[in-house]
């Protein structure tokens, strides 16, 4: 059975820092492409960041050069290390898994954590 649990949200002010983590278990952590995304209420939920066994991570234009996506394939952890944030990152920040590729859609991934929330003020 694959369990995702996220963690480390949080409120900060802008230009504040916080770091994601999801933990996984279950499944052959090693096979499954990860991926972090985010839905606020007024948006549809988008991919921020991805990374899969091989090859380097990927980023949505809003977050590159201020969030560092890496993966921990002993631990089974994902992070998210988000720098420099700002007012528009607030959301509800989701950690997802794949099998093997990296999709750019929500429904690419068949598996999900309960979410953490991040709240960035002005």
């Known amino acids: 059975q694959v369990q995702l649990v996220e963690s480390g949200g949080g409120s900060v002010q802008a230009g504040g820092s916080l770091r994601l983590s999801c933990a996984a278990s279950g499944y052959t952590y090693v096979r499954y492409c990860m991926a972090w995304f985010r839905q606020s209420p007024d948006k549809e939920r988008e991919r921020v960041a991805a990374?899969?066994?091989?090859?380097?991570?990927s980023y949505a234009d809003s977050v590159k050069g201020r969030f560092t996506i890496s993966r921990d394939n002993t631990k089974k952890i994902l992070y998210l290390e988000m720098n420099s944030l700002k007012p528009e990152d607030t959301a509800m920040y989701y950690c997802?898994?794949?099998?093997?590729?990296?999709?750019?859609?929500?429904?690419?991934?068949?598996?999900w954590g309960q979410g953490t929330q991040v709240t960035v003020s002005s």
């Open positions: 997802a898994a794949a099998l093997y590729t990296c999709g750019l859609s929500s429904s690419a991934y068949p598996y």
């Open positions: 990374m899969g066994s091989v090859g380097g991570p």
